[in-house]
């Protein structure tokens, strides 16, 4: 059974002018996601209106529904990793016509003046940038993300997603794919760089490739044995085994950066440990408190350095795409039909994906 919110008490202005839309969603943290109807804004000058034919799914998605960051607004509407067709195009808008190949991540709006903006850094905006989905605009009340059939994106924040890619296999760049590919370009990646890769999830699969294509010896750091033979496939020269205490040993002090896509809360120290001097480790997976206390003797005695990274911003994303077409790059999927997000959820909990899950919207 499908619940209407269209006309749900505070969250929707001008009721007649917007879209009706099927959507996927919950209507209060932990709950499972169910069939929602939703509206959509009318389009502003500068508006793209979308037909989502795709929509990933994020493992931030099931930390949202769950509100295990503590910022969920419900009701919600997750997806970020959108791909579909111009539907349609306000007046004022000048780089998508009717048809085009377009795609959405993680952010739709953002203040445009700050020194982060400035420099194409969106993500990290001043003034609080608009998520795609489970932030509060007064045009949108709360704003929906993919797992629905239509969405509106403001121009600036709608990237053109190259025809000769797969388009199942596009929809994770827009999170995991800007989120790896980001931090091994700030970071400087260059050939012959030894890179660690930790966790081979949807994230990691994707920094594998990256940093493959970039000349680095990769090296894929996993807690799944069983994993050793796809590492390889996706361009890891090496496979490391984290609970193997001996062959962590053997690799310390010798990579030049480590990207860690863990999760969830965990004992850093042996990661940083593999670090040779002056080399950094950057966290874009948890956002938790880690399980053991950071042994700052780790970082001291070789000038080694912890940092983290968001996403990406929408210039570097569309490079990051763009890139993706000439190296041949994408996303391992399953593909599934809606009625299959709960269950997608659940495998990913279990580790049991390999690698992104894929709703197809056009499938009941
Ligand atoms: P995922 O597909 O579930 O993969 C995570 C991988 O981490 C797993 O496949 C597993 O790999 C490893 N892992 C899981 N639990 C672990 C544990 N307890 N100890 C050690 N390793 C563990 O998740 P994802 O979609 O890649 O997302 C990863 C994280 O990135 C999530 O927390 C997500 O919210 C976050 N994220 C951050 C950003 C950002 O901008 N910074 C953007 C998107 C997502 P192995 O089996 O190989 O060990
Ligand atoms: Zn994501």
């Not at 760049?173 to 990646?189: D, F, R």
């Not at 997976?285 to 005695?301: E, K, Q, R, S």
Request: charged share 20%; aromatic share 6%.
């Amino acid at each position: 059974m499908t619940t209407d919110l269209s006309a749900h008490p505070g969250k929707v202005l001008d009721l007649a002018n917007r879209t009706r839309v099927n959507a996927f969603g919950v209507q209060s943290a932990g709950e499972s996601v169910q069939p929602l109807a939703i509206t959509r804004r009318p389009l502003n000058l500068d508006d793209v209106q979308i037909e989502i034919e795709y929509c990933g799914i994020c493992h931030s998605d099931i930390h949202m529904v769950n509100n295990d960051w503590g910022m969920s607004i419900y009701p919600m509407v997750p997806g970020h990793e959108i791909v579909g067709r111009v539907l349609a195009v306000g007046n004022a808008v000048t780089k998508f016509k009717v048809g085009d190949s377009v795609g959405v991540g993680c952010l739709v709006d953002a203040c445009g003046d700050c020194p982060s903006c400035a420099n194409h850094l969106e993500q990290y905006c001043l003034n609080g940038f608009t998520l795609t989905y489970g932030s509060e605009t007064p045009a949108d009340g709360i704003t929906y993300g993919g797992y629905s059939t239509q969405i509106v994106v403001k121009e600036s924040f709608v990237l053109r997603v190259p025809e000769s890619l797969d388009r199942q296999s596009v929809a994770p760049l827009l999170c995991a794919g800007i989120t790896t590919y980001s931090p091994l370009k700030h970071w400087n990646i260059q050939p012959g760089d030894v890179v660690g890769v930790i966790g081979l999830g949807g994230l990691g699969h994707m920094g594998i490739q990256f940093a493959h294509a970039m000349g680095a010896k990769v090296v894929m750091i996993t807690t799944s044995e069983s994993k050793g033979r796809d590492a390889k496939l996706l361009g890891a020269d090496e496979v490391l085994l984290s609970k193997d205490e001996a062959a962590m040993k053997s690799w310390a002090g010798t990579f030049d950066f480590l990207l860690n896509t863990i999760p969830v809360g965990h004992d850093i120290n042996p990661y940083m440990a593999l670090l040779k001097v002056d080399a950094t480790m950057c966290v874009v997976g948890a956002i938790d408190p880690l399980t053991t206390g950071l042994n700052t003797g780790t970082m001291v005695f070789s000038r080694r350095s912890i940092a983290g990274s968001l996403i990406g911003g929408l210039k570097e994303t569309q490079e990051m795409l763009d890139f993706c077409a000439d190296h041949a790059i994408g996303a391992k999927v399953e593909v599934i039909p809606s009625g299959e997000i709960n269950t997608a959820y659940t495998r990913m909990q279990n580790n049991d994906i390999k690698y992104r899950f894929v709703i197809d919207l056009n499938a009941k």
